[in-house]
């Protein structure tokens, strides 16, 4: 997140933000969705490929427009998180 340059991307939002960048030495997720948005560190969110949901995220690293999360759960082994799949807020109860 700190080496590499920021992608050239649309600015997501809590309901639906994409995987822009992924870290393959660390498993950092880095989301289109930052502190202009709301983002906040320990925020979860769903982890979907189309419409299909896979995992959770949690949010580690926060900036001005962009984030970085880690995996915190993934449902099926069938997936893995690939660059623009989509990541939702998770509300609590």
Do not use: C
């Amino acid at each position: 997140l700190r080496q590499k340059p920021l992608p050239d991307v649309r600015t997501g939002n809590l309901q639906q933000a994409n995987i822009v960048s992924m870290d393959q030495s660390t498993g950092m997720l880095v989301f289109n969705l930052g502190e202009s948005q709301g983002a906040r560190i320990g925020m979860t969110f769903r982890l979907l490929h189309g419409q299909q949901a896979y995992g959770k995220a949690i949010l580690a690293d926060v900036r001005r427009s962009v984030s970085g999360a880690f995996v915190e759960q993934i449902d099926s082994n069938d997936h893995t998180p690939r660059l623009g799949d989509t990541a939702v807020l998770l509300t609590q109860n």
